[in-house]
Each structure stands twice: as C-alpha cells, then as structure tokens.
C-alpha cells in the first residue's frame, strides 16, 4: 500500500512536534545548568584565600569594591552567600534591624576574629566601627576582622549604625 499524502502530511507535523520538543527540552537543559552553575559559583569554597594584604578598601559587596574609610579593622575580600555566611559565622555575628536595633548589644571577642555585620533592613546604611565606615546595603551583610596591637586589649569599641551612636559595643581581647 502507498503512502497517501494524508499520512504523509500528518507525520511531517508529528516530526516537527517532535522536533520543537527536542528543541525545548535542550534549551531548558542549558538554561538549568547555566543558572545552576551560576548559583555555585556565587558561593565561596575557597576559604583558604590569601587576605593578609589586603586593607580596609577591600572590602566586597558581591564582588565589588565598597568604600571603607577610616582606620582600625581590616576587611577581608571573600565573599560567601549569605545562607553560607550565617553558617560560618554563626557565633560571631551582629545583627542590626530596621530602627538599627542590634542583637546581640553587647559582645566579646578575641582579636583577630571575624565578625559580620548584618544589615536587616531595607535602607542601605553606613556602619562605623573604630572610626572605619562600612557601607552596608539593604539586607547585606559585611565581614570585618578584629585585629588590634595586643598591647591596646582588652578593648571596647562601639558600632554606630546610621545616625545611632553606640547601638552595638563589642569587647576585643587578647
């Protein structure tokens, strides 16, 4: 029996259904492993990085430069994602909320800790801390290493979030 142009017509459309699908299929595939991709590279394995030359101008906000100013503590330049972040420095952060309420007020830690500062509000602030300024945006954090002259601890410094003068202090020891 010969094909007839009625079948023919009808496999010619079910081979370009097929094909689009086949297209489809391929073209999320890509995007999938493009943005899963992206995601793992947003996170930061490499702890080990070298930050020993780097001064309080280092410091990054998803890659970026953000201006420091000031003396005191340095910055470090490595860049985790925030759920990363909570993790490692779960018991060295200090959060600050919309009225620039901190939790916890009052902390103590050893120098050359790093501590992060957590802005959980919706305003981009400006945080000092021993005279150093951090430009923090909204619901972004900063990492900030603790490191004095043991000669100078213990020591207590205070955070000024804003136009809140010593909404946080913390105590660095030897």
């Known amino acids: 029996m010969e094909p007839t142009q009625q079948n023919m017509d009808g496999n010619n459309k079910n081979m370009t259904t097929t094909v689009v699908i ?3 299929i391929i073209v999320a595939g890509i995007i999938f492993f493009a943005m899963r991709k992206d995601t793992d590279g947003n996170k930061n394995d490499d702890q080990s990085a070298d930050t020993s030359s780097m001064t309080e101008t280092d410091q990054t906000k998803g890659g970026s430069p953000v201006g420091a100013t000031g003396t005191g503590a340095t910055v470090g330049a490595v860049r985790q994602a925030y759920a990363d972040a909570l993790v490692t420095y779960k018991n060295s952060r200090i959060q600050f909320g919309e009225t620039c309420n901190a939790t916890p007020l ?3 830690y050893k120098s050359g800790t790093t501590i992060l500062i ?3 509000s919706k305003t981009a602030r400006t945080f000092s801390l021993n005279n ?3 430009s923090i945006g909204s619901y972004d ?3 900030v290493p603790l490191s004095y002259d043991a000669s100078l601890l213990p020591r207590t410094v205070s955070i000024d979030c804003g136009s809140h003068f010593n909404a946080a202090t913390v105590t ?3």
């Open 141 to 143: 954090y900063a990492l």
């Open 132 to 134: 150093t300024k951090y």
């Open 106 to 108: 009052a902390s103590t």
């Open 22 to 24: 086949v297209i489809l």
């Open 172 to 174: 660095i020891q030897r």
């Open 118 to 120: 957590d802005n959980r």
